[in-house]
């Protein structure tokens, strides 16, 4: 019943993006939006993405509202160094473990990441679950454990919010890699 609720949902997307596209909605918008989105999903069908979790709401809120709050902060912290008299800060390239079990929900984590001023994600080791991260303020043991702390905090709720033990089940598609050596190849070992 999932897999059809997916399936169904990316022509419903495509449709609607089509009519933010054209500014109206129209019967003509929808039946060609409806027309596009067939093309697109029968003739040029995206690979399988595995979902081994479950949606948790409440988690999602608050995984929302600390990114909010991590945006408003960092953005405070990036202005204020960007104006501050003196030398300008040191920064680093800083490595961080995740405990992500999910290819999917470490993308996530990874983008959430981005997003946060400060610091942008250059290199993620998909087999060992670390990410590299250039960090702009990592002058001091403050500003580095700041750092850790924010990424143990997008990292927490990313795992309460779609990756929580008593409901994890690995995809049949992730088994089939690892019989197969997939993982080995597409990691670039």
Known sequence: MRRILLRAWVPCWLILVWILLWGNVSAANILSGLAIALVITLLLPLPPVPIEGKLHPLSMLRLILLVAYYLVLSSAQVAWLAIKPGPPPQSAVL???????????????????????????????????????????????????????????????????????????????????????????????
């Not at 470490?106 to 946060?116: D, E, G």
């Not at 400060?118 to 060992?128: A, C, N």
């Not at 590299?132 to 709720?157: C, M, N, P, T």
């Open 95 to 189: 490595r961080a473990h995740l405990a992500i079990k999910s290819d999917l929900v470490l993308a996530l984590t990874v983008n959430v990441l981005n997003l946060i001023p400060g610091g942008i994600v250059l290199e993620i080791d998909q087999t060992r679950r670390m990410i590299y991260v250039h960090v702009i303020d990592a002058g001091s043991d403050k500003s580095v454990r700041r750092f850790h702390r924010q990424v143990a905090d997008v990292e927490r709720l990313m795992i309460a919010s779609f990756e929580r033990d008593s409901e994890w089940r690995p995809s049949p598609y992730e088994t089939f890699r690892e019989e197969t050596g997939d993982a080995e190849r597409s990691s670039g070992s």
